[in-house]
């Protein structure tokens, strides 16, 4: 090989798009809350900032149900503490929504953040999904 295919080949290889990763994309900080055969599927996508972690939560009501006063009900251990807390939704059946709650870090030891989703069916009882 001589110094000009090998120029050649070092100019055309940045050019080559890289497989991506999982672990590099943003579909990495996507987690399961609630199963797919659950009759609220949820699923949070995670950004860390330095001392914030922002929860973006997409809710799916995969019922025929108007589900009323839809609360993301979330608790901490550790040094962890939960800023904004969502508030309560109304989600017509088959409709899907998506709520954010922040969590503050105080210090870098272990934390846990878990809670489930509580919400109102017209003419039933309260009814929870625990979220994983």
């Not at 050649?8 to 609630?34: F, N, P, W």
């Not at 997409?58 to 508030?87: C, H, I, M, R, Y």
């Not at 309560?88 to 709520?99: Q, R």
Request: proline share 4%.
């Amino acid at each position: 090989v001589d110094e000009l295919e090998l120029s050649l080949l070092h100019a055309t290889e940045g050019t080559k798009k890289k497989e991506t990763d999982i672990t590099t994309t943003a579909l990495s900080k996507v987690y399961q809350l609630t199963g797919f055969s659950d009759p609220i599927y949820a699923e949070a996508y995670i950004n860390v900032n330095q001392y914030d972690i922002v929860l973006d939560v997409l809710v799916v009501n995969q019922t025929p149900d108007t589900l009323q006063n839809l609360t993301l009900e979330l608790a901490t251990l550790g040094d962890l503490k939960l800023v904004d807390k969502p508030s309560p939704i109304t989600l017509a059946g088959n409709d899907f929504c998506n709520t954010k709650a922040q969590v503050k870090v105080a210090s870098t030891e272990t934390g846990i953040i878990f809670g489930n989703i509580v919400y109102d069916v017209p003419g039933s009882v309260e009814t929870a999904a625990v979220l994983s």
